[in-house]
């Protein structure tokens, strides 16, 4: 069974092997739903290893661009990868942003709104830092619903141990429910408020493609199968193996949605 599991965010190419794969065609999906004009300056909370970063600094040709996450191995890792950009780096959570009042155009955030622990004092914070009349935005996986990679994880995972569903992402995050969303967004009086479904295709060649980063150790899912027998992770492994959509060829193919949010800081 698990031990007491603490989540892991400290090894970047790990992490990227896990969810970053994923992460990057998503921040293309969600800048194109966005549809903002170019020359902004963006903040961007829990910047991670880059995904979103990338697709900013690729596509927006922002004014300013200021990444933050509380993960020091992140935010190293980002300010080597994107240092001929001009773009900057802090170590920084949502719930305190090392910048000035009215600063930023546009404010978001990828992956990462469920993860902070006192999720309206971060939307006051990002109001904050946020000019008048500018956007504050993001997205999350839709864990408990059509995150396919992970609801067949979780779901074979509690049917082993009825105790994993304490770990399980779609139990723990409940603004990861478009409906949950729009209502915490509401109470912050943020107008002009926006939640809709983006999604992407994961393909997985096999299913070692699909297991192996698993094993990366990088996020609740990995975090939990660390903290297994090796026995209980070798009947996870073959229960998913029995459940998953293998085609004839071997490969698995899944349905990656978030909800993605826009609202304007009134």
């Known amino acids: 069974m698990a031990k007491t599991q603490q989540d892991n965010w400290q090894q970047g190419l790990e992490y990227d092997e896990f969810m970053g794969r994923w992460s990057k065609p998503l921040a293309a999906e969600f800048l194109t739903w966005l549809a903002v004009p170019t020359g902004l300056a963006w903040l961007e909370i829990g910047c991670g290893t880059g995904s979103l ?64 622990p006192d999720i309206p004092s ?7 830092v946020t000019k008048p009349d500018g956007i504050i935005c993001g997205y999350v996986w839709d864990y408990a619903g059509k ?32 409906n949950n969303l729009i209502e915490t967004l509401n109470a912050s009086e943020l107008a002009e408020t926006r939640v809709e479904a983006i999604s992407i295709n994961m393909h997985f060649r096999d299913f070692d493609d699909y297991w192996q980063p ?30 998953l959509p293998v085609r004839e060829d071997g490969s698995i193919k899944l349905l990656g949605q978030a909800w993605a949010f826009r609202a304007v800081d009134s």
Not at 63 to 81: M, Q, T
Not at 100 to 113: A, E, K, P, Q, R
Request: hydrophobic fraction near 40%; aromatic fraction near 10%.
């Open 214 to 243: 698993f094993l990366g150790k990088q996020g609740p899912a990995p975090s939990y199968l660390n903290g297994l027998s090796s026995d209980h992770a070798h009947n996870l492994k073959e229960l998913l193996l029995a459940r």
């Open 122 to 128: 971060a939307i006051k914070e990002m109001q904050r």
């Open 53 to 116: 970063t990338h697709a900013i600094l690729e596509g927006q040709a922002s004014e300013k661009f200021l990444g933050i996450d509380p993960s020091e191995s992140f935010v190293a890792y980002s300010a080597d990868r994107f240092h001929q950009t001009g773009a900057e780096f802090e170590v920084g959570t949502g719930n305190t942003i090392p910048t000035g009042d009215n600063t930023f155009d546009i404010v978001t955030s990828s992956l990462v709104l469920n993860f902070i």
């Open 147 to 178: 995150m396919e990679m992970l609801r067949y994880f979780w779901d074979a995972a509690i049917e082993l141990n009825p105790a994993a569903k304490e770990h399980d992402e779609g139990q723990r995050f409940h603004i990861c429910d478009q």
